[in-house]
């Protein structure tokens, strides 16, 4: 068996992988590893995902915009911010923004990323880049995909806690969205 390039990890020693499963948001590859301390080697999987962004849109009034939307995974309405993937030659900053138009129709200023987190290092090794978008106002009517159905609301940041402390707001990337956001508000 050809063994890859080192990836950096010191006593690991990673093979060439193959594919097991590609669809328009996910492929899935497995490949042996070996554990130089115990000996063993097993087969690993990857979910190779694209770069994602989320995004903290807050209005004049600094209310955070969120959105309702259906997600397959929990099979039932989420309350999150807008968000969504970054497509190929793309920036994360640009696909913050752009999703933010789609999604709710509202657009800002002084857009910047102010976090980013690897969503399971363990399976992933794609990003999650958090976008801060002030001053947001809506400029346009949203333009959903196929399969979208989004409502866009907004909500002062102490009501935003709130739906966190209750559960109602349990999507774990939105959470990062929101820690970054917390943590630049108390600086």
Request: net charge negative; hydrophobic share 35%.
């Amino acid at each position: 068996m050809k063994k890859r390039e080192k990836d950096g990890a010191q006593g690991w020693e990673v093979y060439p992988r193959q594919v097991l499963l590609e669809t328009p948001v996910v492929t899935i590859h497995s490949g042996p590893v070996h554990c130089s301390r115990s000996g063993k080697q097993k087969d690993f999987y990857l979910f190779e995902f694209p770069e994602w962004v989320n995004i903290i849109a807050l209005t004049p009034q600094r209310e955070i915009l969120l959105i309702r939307q259906f997600r397959y995974g929990t099979n039932r309405l989420e309350i999150e911010i807008p968000g969504g993937m970054v497509n190929k030659g793309e920036e994360p900053l640009a696909a913050g923004c752009r999703e933010l138009l789609e999604e709710t129709g509202y657009a800002g200023e002084n857009a910047r990323i102010i976090g980013r987190v690897c969503p399971n290092p363990a399976i992933q090794r794609n990003y999650c880049h958090t976008v801060m978008v002030e001053e947001a106002i809506k400029v346009a009517e949203p333009t959903f995909d196929d399969m979208e159905d989004i409502e866009c609301f907004s909500l002062p940041e102490k009501e935003v806690l709130k739906l966190i402390a209750t559960g109602d707001i349990d999507h774990g990337l939105v959470l990062n969205a929101l820690m970054f956001h917390e943590g630049m508000r108390r600086e």
